[in-house]
T-cell receptor, first 113, second 119 residues
Framework: DQQVKQNSPSLSVQEGRISILNCDYT??????FLWYKKYPAEGPTFLIS?????DKNEDGRFTVFLNKSAKHLSLHIVPSQPGDSAVYFC????????????FGKGTKLTVNP | GAVVSQHPSRVICKSGTSVKIECRSL??????MFWYRQFPKQSLMLMAT?????????EQGVEKDKFLINHASLTLSTLTVTSAHPEDSSFYIC???????????????FGAGTRLSVL
C-alpha cells in the first residue's frame, strides 16, 4: 500500500521554463511534507517543506503548493536550470514531522539546455 | 551546516562476512537517526529508527539480528550487516534529525549513502 505516490517517473523540461513535480498521498494523518533532491550515488538533499496549516511555501526558485482536500502537493521550479536535473522525492509525515517519513518513488527531472 | 557524514561510501565484501557502516552528524546533535535502504529505481525504504541511548525500532520485515544498529552517542550511529549475503547488496543511507544552530528540528538530513556489494 503506497501512501505517497509520485505517478510520473520522469519529466523533461527546457532550461528557463517551469518544472512541476506532483505528489499524491492517501493518509489523512500526514500533516508535514518535504521535497528532497537526489543525485545518483548520493544521499537526498532537503529542498523545501510545508506544514498542513499552509497551502504554499516559497524558497527562491522553489515553491511547494499543498491542496489538502485533494491530498495533493506539487513542487514548482522556476526557472529550471540544467543543474536541477536529479531525482526528486516527495515525503510525508504525521505529527508535524516528528514521526518517520514516508517517501514516494521519485520523479527524475531532466532540464535540457 | 547540517552535515551528515556516512562511511564508507562503497564496500565490497565476501558472502558471510560482516560490514559496519558509520553515520555521523558533524555539526549538530542527532537525537534520532534513521537507516534506509534503496533498491534500484525504488523509493527509500525505512529499515529502523534509533534514538540516542536506546534500542532501535525496526520496521516490519527487517531482521534486527541481521541489521544491528547502535546509536551510542548524539553524533554517531552504526549499522552492521551481519553475515552478509548477495541479496543484502543495496544502497544504504542514513539520516539524522536533531538540534543545533544549523538544523530545523523536523527535517531529516541525509548522508551520502553506502553502496554495499556482497560477492
Amino acid at each position: 500500500d503506497q501512501q505517497v505516490k509520485q505517478n510520473s517517473p520522469s519529466l523533461s523540461v527546457q532550461e528557463g521554463r517551469i518544472s512541476i513535480l506532483n505528489c499524491d498521498y492517501t493518509n489523512s494523518m500526514f500533516d508535514y511534507f518535504l521535497w528532497y533532491k537526489k543525485y545518483p550515488a548520493e544521499g537526498p538533499t532537503f529542498l523545501i517543506s510545508i506544514s498542513s496549516i499552509k497551502d504554499k511555501n516559497e524558497d527562491g526558485r522553489f515553491t511547494v503548493f499543498l491542496n489538502k482536500s485533494a491530498k495533493h502537493l506539487s513542487l514548482h521550479i522556476v526557472p529550471s536550470q540544467p543543474g536541477d536535473s536529479a531525482v526528486y522525492f516527495c515525503a510525508a509525515s504525521p505529527q508535524g514531522g516528528s514521526e518517520k517519513l514516508v517517501f514516494g518513488k521519485g520523479t527524475k527531472l531532466t532540464v535540457n539546455p | 551546516g547540517a552535515v551528515v557524514s556516512q562511511h564508507p561510501s562503497r564496500v565490497i565484501c565476501k558472502s558471510g562476512t560482516s560490514v559496519k557502516i558509520e553515520c555521523r552528524s558533524l555539526d549538530f546533535q542527532a537525537t534520532t537517526m534513521f537507516w534506509y535502504r534503496q533498491f534500484p529505481k525504488q523509493s527509500l525504504m525505512l529499515m529502523a529508527t534509533s534514538n540516542e541511548g536506546s534500542k532501535a525500532t525496526y520496521e516490519q520485515g527487517v531482521e534486527k539480528d541481521k541489521f544491528l544498529i547502535n546509536h551510542a552517542s548524539l553524533t554517531l550511529s552504526t549499522l552492521t550487516v551481519t553475515s552478509a549475503h548477495p541479496e543484502d547488496s543495496s544502497f544504504y543511507i542514513c539520516s539524522a534529525r536533531g538540534t543545533g544552530q544549523f538544523v530545523s528540528k523536523n527535517i531529516q538530513y541525509f548522508g551520502a549513502g553506502t553502496r554495499l556489494s556482497v560477492l
